[in-house]
């Protein structure tokens, strides 16, 4: 509750363990839940608001929980980042992405689709190299996906070290 708040200290308060049978429960199963595809991938349209057309998409992580329903990514990510999972959700999510593009390709729509990025995910070493084997294993659509940075990372870039041109190394 203290980093949740960004507080130094909070005092325990019986109200605090309200959501905690749910929270741990949520806790316990979310790596399954990705390595069961109870999480998935929507795609939401990026439409142009001068005529309409829709210029891309951005790939939207979902969870779907067998007990406790639709859960809020705001709710399952600082969960995946506590269990270490965020480097496989992000190959999760960009395999996905680049799958959904070939496929959108293939029927003649070819947009890009954008995947958001944490400067966490920035620091991986081994992103990159994940991102090329996706791409090179779908043979197509690198044209199609895009990395974007998250609002976080904006507030973050003082810390975040590039080594390169990202669009050189993909």
């Not at 939401?44 to 608001?49: A, C, D, E, R």
């Amino acid at each position: 509750e203290a980093k949740r708040n960004q507080l130094g200290v909070v005092w325990y308060a019986p109200a605090l363990e309200v959501d905690a049978p749910r929270r741990l429960d949520l806790y316990l199963s979310v790596g399954a839940a990705l390595e069961n595809e109870e999480l998935f991938v929507e795609f939401q349209p990026k439409v142009s608001l001068l005529d309409g057309t829709v210029s891309g998409a951005e790939a939207l992580v979902r969870w779907t929980h067998p007990v406790h329903g639709s859960i809020s990514p705001t709710e399952f990510v600082p969960l995946i980042v506590q269990a270490g999972l965020t480097a496989k959700l992000t190959n999760f999510v960009i395999q996905r992405a680049v799958e959904a593009a070939a496929v959108l390709r293939d029927v003649g729509f070819t947009v890009p689709i954008a995947v958001n990025l944490s400067p966490l995910q920035f620091r991986d070493p081994e992103l990159l190299g994940h991102i090329r084997d996706v791409l090179a294993a779908t043979g197509r659509g690198s044209k199609r996906l895009e990395l974007e940075v998250t609002e976080s990372a904006l507030l973050d870039a003082g810390k975040i070290v590039f080594r390169g041109s990202p669009a050189r190394l993909l």
